[in-house]
């Protein structure tokens, strides 16, 4: 209870822009799109067991880019927005921050062949562990497939970040994550396991779907930094009762001083990076290899070292407040630290000089452009959903933002 009352809040705090990575939070989101053919997969199933597989592996993939990923993200300003449209992976995204305090960043995806919509409103909730920083991702994730009159919803795990201070940056999620078909009641519960001690759950990822009278149907498990699998429960069962034993025996084994000495914020062994395949297990999902300049690039995924792109073409038709557009994101991604920090600082200035501006006119600040405020049609949550109009081109009455 008192790390708790201690654990401080680090959304308002300015951090160093040597801590960031050349990515806005907004561009950051857009990674969840990377695996998007598990969505297709989904889309285009007749069974809808096999839906809810894919559902959850594109819920566990949509978090794999965060491995080894300890810059942070440019916290995205008011009003400011990013587009992607990728004919080749079949969708058209778009987000907005639509509020600066709390911090809440609102995106909507579209099938291009009309095939799903994916949309949500995320305010992660940053706190200060003393040797870590946590970040929990509140905000409802709703996935719509039409062909089949169906709708899911989750949210994402925790996000923990270890040794801030000093030592080698190593990231876990750990939480439960419950997705739900609003349709057939089925639902797919995971838990993404914390890494316990000698790392021996770091990164493991297993859970059940589950039909309407909550009977177990089938087992998942795996990592989210490596691959999913499906297998008969009772199989999964049988090989984790096993697998408990002899945890129990090596934990006998092992002497009470280690278990004590044990730092929750000390990187887990290499050796623990793998995941044993039960026999009868399917594959649905492995995560794509990383380029081989990913080390030297943030830990870049593919997918996202191509979230910067800005060509003359593009330049025509974006509005002024695309993330591509900051200067201080350009700067960083140009090496230019000296540069990166000026701006930075000078458009968070701007950013308060034009609130205060607002609250002394009564000005009526329209908090989003592009979303509204209304409860998520499927939970009643409070969310922000897609007021539409975006990819009409017309951005005429757009802030000057950066």
Known sequence: FMM?????????????VI?????????????????????????TSQDSIHRMKCVAAFAVSAVASQWERTGKPFNPLLGETYELLREDLGFRWVSEQVSHHPPVSAFHVEGIKSDFMFHGSIY???KFWGKSVEAEPRGIITLELPLHNEAYTWTNPTCCVHNIIMGQLWIEQYGNVEIINHKTGERCCLTFKPCGIFGKELHKVEGYILDKSKKKICALYGKWTECLYSVDPATFDAHRKSDTKRSEKDRKGSTQSNSADEDPDEMPPPEAETVQVIPGSALIWRISPRPDNSGKYYAFTSFALQL???????????????????PDIRALENGDIDAASAEKNRLEEKQRTAR???SKSD?????????????NPYTGAPDWLYT?????RNYSHLPDIY
């Open 308 to 326: 910067n792109e800005l060509n003359a073409e593009m330049e025509r038709v974006l509005p002024q407040t695309d993330c591509r557009l900051r």
């Open 388 to 392: 539409g109009g975006y990819w009409d």
């Open 356 to 358: 205060k501006n607002r």
């Open 363 to 375: 000005e009526e600040w329209k908090i989003s452009r592009w979303f509204h405020q209304g409860p």
């Open 124 to 126: 992660p909730k940053l």
């Open 4 to 16: 708790h009352e201690l654990c401080t809040e680090l959304s308002k705090i300015t951090m160093p």
């Open 19 to 43: 801590f960031n990575e050349p990515l806005s939070f907004l561009q950051r989101l857009t990674e969840y799109m990377e695996h998007t053919y598990l969505i297709q997969k989904a889309s």
